[in-house]
């Protein structure tokens, strides 16, 4: 399982750090990824991590402001978000994949229940 936590509200320009939990089978064999879904949006990319956490990728929107990062010793995968804007408003979700195209929705395995992230203006 994955358990997501850190959200709440932010004004923008402030930050925020996300973290996930996982247990059970999801270990360091999985490559974890950050995904974010707007209301009225579908769900998008926003952050993906090696294996290792040697390679870290990211979406052109959050580029330069979020930092993933992973411990695979507490098997956590993070997510700090830095000079936050309005849009960045969403339901932030974690997720693994045994596979390696980080950037499909479809190729993770297992998500977590989502964490709300508010930027108000």
């Known amino acids: 399982q994955l358990q997501a936590s850190g959200g709440g509200l932010v004004q923008a320009g402030g930050s925020l750090s996300l973290s996930c939990a996982a247990s059970?089978?999801?270990?360091?064999?999985?490559?974890m990824g950050w995904f974010r879904q707007a209301t009225g949006k579908e769900r998008e990319f926003a952050a993906a991590?090696?294996?290792?956490?040697?390679?870290?990728y990211y979406a052109d929107s959050v580029k330069g402001r979020f930092t993933i990062s992973r411990d695979n010793f507490k098997n956590t995968v993070y997510l700090q978000m830095n000079n936050l804007k309005p849009e960045d408003t969403a339901v932030y979700y974690c997720?693994?994949?045994?596979?390696?195209?980080?950037?499909?929705?479809?190729?993770?395995?297992?998500w977590g229940q989502g964490t709300l992230v508010t930027v108000s203006s």
């Open positions: 997720a693994a994949s045994r596979g390696d195209n980080y950037r499909r929705e479809s190729n993770y395995n297992y």
């Open positions: 991590i090696s294996r290792t956490g040697h390679f870290t």
């Open positions: 059970g089978r999801i270990d360091s064999g999985y490559v």
